[in-house]
Every structure is written in structure tokens, then in C-alpha cells.
């Protein structure tokens, strides 16, 4: 089973809420947002730790203690004391999102709030096959958002992130195969200004958190 929850980040905690919210943290966690200058970016990492937290216990049985927090070669954080859980983490304007799930290997979350774009900015990302599809659609916004949350969500999946070339990825099928193995791919229902994705090996079972 893959748990998902999600938190709402428009609006910015006044100083007496922020200390309250990130005294409970480890040290060297609350150093890590500190380093934010902006407080959206700040408030996603904190809310981020507050969903891995309670995703965590719902996987799990037991709350993570995030001192265990490290981070691989590639960056990707995991639990050092919880090596059959994996989890991932993203955030867009207004909205945080966090997956985990054990013993089903590693899974990618990916939201983005949808937009306008020129998709002629990030031809270099997509399939030939994929960039001839957006470029066929005469309102291309929400169809983009939708591909490159399938995209990212499996590079997550994979484990190495953008250290992968996203270009040699093929989004359009139903399971999509990334050195030859196949991760299924699910829609998230986050609203109707989000699009968003999970991608594990399997995504037959998934549970949002009220």
C-alpha cells in the first residue's frame, strides 16, 4: 500500500507559529530550512517533515524519527533506522505532497501547479513522440503538466532523479520503462490547479490521508 497526503502552502505562519512548528524538529533539520530565504520554500520543507511524519506512521506503524534523515549519491533522502520504507516528497506554489509505502522498493511523488508555459522552452526534455503530441494539442498547459508529472514522478521512482536524461524517458504509454524496468504511473486527484503523479513498481493499492 502507498500512502499520500498532502498540505495546503498559501499562506505564511507568523513567527510565533514557525517557532512553535519547528521546535519539535532535529537540529540539523531546523538549520536546513533556515537556510530558505524565501518562506514558501521554508514552510514546504517544514510540511514536508510534518506529511513524511504522518504518511510514515500510516506505512509504518511507528512515527519517523527524522534524525535518521540521510540523503544517497543522488541526493534522495531515506530513513536511516527505516530501511523498508521509502518515501518521496514535492512541492509547487501553494501545495506540498508526500508518498511512502513499505517493501515495494522506492516510489516518486510529483505535483506542479498548472500554468501557462511555452512548451517550445522545454522541447529538450521530452520524447520526439511526446513533444510532437503537445505540440498538436491547441491548449497545451494542462496536457504538459500532466506528461512531465508522469515524468519526474518516475525519475524519482527510479532513484536518480535528474542525474537521468528526461528526454530518453517515454511517457505516453500506460507503464513506462526506465533501464528496462517498468513503473506504473497514477493520476492524483490534488484539484483542479494541480497535476500530479505516483510512480512505483506497482500502483494498484493507494491511499490518501484524509
Given at each position: 500500500m502507498i500512502y499520500l497526503a498532502s498540505h495546503c502552502n498559501d499562506t505564511e505562519l507568523a513567527v510565533d507559529a514557525w517557532a512553535e512548528a519547528v521546535a519539535w524538529l532535529p537540529a540539523r533539520v531546523r538549520e536546513g530550512l533556515s537556510g530558505y530565504w524565501r518562506w514558501q520554500d521554508r514552510q514546504a520543507g517544514l510540511y514536508g517533515k510534518l506529511l513524511l511524519r504522518r504518511v510514515g506512521q500510516a506505512a509504518t506503524g511507528r512515527v519517523p524519527d527524522l534524525s535518521q534523515l540521510r540523503t544517497d549519491t543522488y541526493q534522495r533522502p531515506s530513513l536511516a533506522d527505516m530501511p523498508d520504507f521509502d518515501f518521496n516528497i514535492s512541492h509547487t506554489a501553494g501545495l506540498v505532497v508526500c508518498g511512502g509505502a513499505t517493501g515495494m522498493g522506492r516510489l516518486g511523488v510529483d505535483v506542479e501547479r498548472i500554468g501557462a508555459v511555452d512548451i517550445t522552452e522545454f522541447r529538450r526534455v521530452f520524447t520526439e513522440g511526446e513533444y510532437a503530441y503537445l505540440s498538436g494539442l491547441d491548449e497545451p498547459a494542462a496536457e504538459f503538466?500532466?506528461?512531465?508529472?508522469?515524468?519526474?514522478?518516475?525519475?524519482?521512482?527510479?532513484?536518480?532523479?535528474?542525474?537521468?536524461?528526461?528526454?530518453?524517458?517515454?511517457?505516453?504509454?500506460?507503464?513506462?520503462?526506465?533501464?528496462?524496468?517498468?513503473?506504473?504511473?497514477?493520476?492524483?486527484?490534488?484539484?483542479?490547479?494541480?497535476?500530479?503523479?505516483?510512480?512505483?513498481?506497482?500502483v494498484e493499492a493507494v491511499c490518501m490521508l484524509g
Open positions: 503538466f500532466r506528461l512531465w508529472t508522469r515524468k519526474e514522478a518516475v525519475m524519482k521512482a527510479d532513484g536518480r532523479g535528474f542525474y537521468l536524461d528526461p528526454s530518453g524517458i517515454d511517457c505516453l504509454s500506460e507503464r513506462v520503462s526506465v533501464g528496462g524496468v517498468g513503473y506504473g504511473v497514477m493520476p492524483l486527484d490534488l484539484g483542479n490547479a494541480y497535476a500530479a503523479h505516483v510512480a512505483a513498481r506497482s
